[in-house]
C-alpha cells in the first residue's frame, strides 16, 4: 500500500518573495527530501530483511539450526554490504530529519522576527 500525500503548493513566482517565502520554500523542500531518503531508507531495509530471511530459511531448509542459520548469513559479504547499505540510507534519513527541523526552526525565527518588527513600527 503506498500512499502520495505530497502537497503541490503554487508558489508566486513574480519576484516579489520575502523572507517569510523563502523559509517557507526551504522548509517544504527539506520535507521534501526528508519524505523521499524516508523512503529510499525503507525500500532498502525491506529488501535487506527479505534477502536475509531468505537466506536464513535456506540454511534451515539444509539442516541447520536457527542460530547457525543467523550466523551463516551474517558471515556472509553480501551481508554486511546489504546491512550497510540500509544503515547508510537510514543515516541520510536522518540526516534529512533533522535539516527539516532546522528549516522549522529558521521559519518560526523568521516569523517572530517579522512580528517583532511589526511591533516596532
Do not use: P
Amino acid at each position: 500500500m503506498t500512499e502520495d500525500t505530497t502537497i503541490q503548493f503554487n508558489w508566486s513566482e513574480q519576484g516579489c518573495r520575502d523572507e517569510m517565502e523563502d523559509c517557507l520554500y526551504a522548509w517544504y523542500d527539506a520535507v521534501m527530501h526528508w519524505r523521499e531518503s524516508a523512503i529510499k531508507a525503507a525500500e532498502l531495509e525491506t529488501r535487506f530483511k527479505a534477502w536475509q530471511a531468505a537466506r536464513k530459511t535456506a540454511y534451515i531448509a539444509a539442516k541447520y539450526s536457527a542460530v547457525q542459520s543467523d550466523a551463516k548469513v551474517q558471515s556472509e559479504d553480501e551481508w554486511s554490504e546489504r546491512y550497510l547499505e540500509s544503515q547508510k540510507a537510514n543515516i541520510a534519513a536522518e540526516t534529512q530529519k533533522r535539516i527539516m527541523g532546522i528549516a522549522e526552526a529558521k521559519w518560526k525565527t523568521e516569523q517572530t522576527r517579522q512580528v517583532s518588527l511589526r511591533a516596532v513600527k
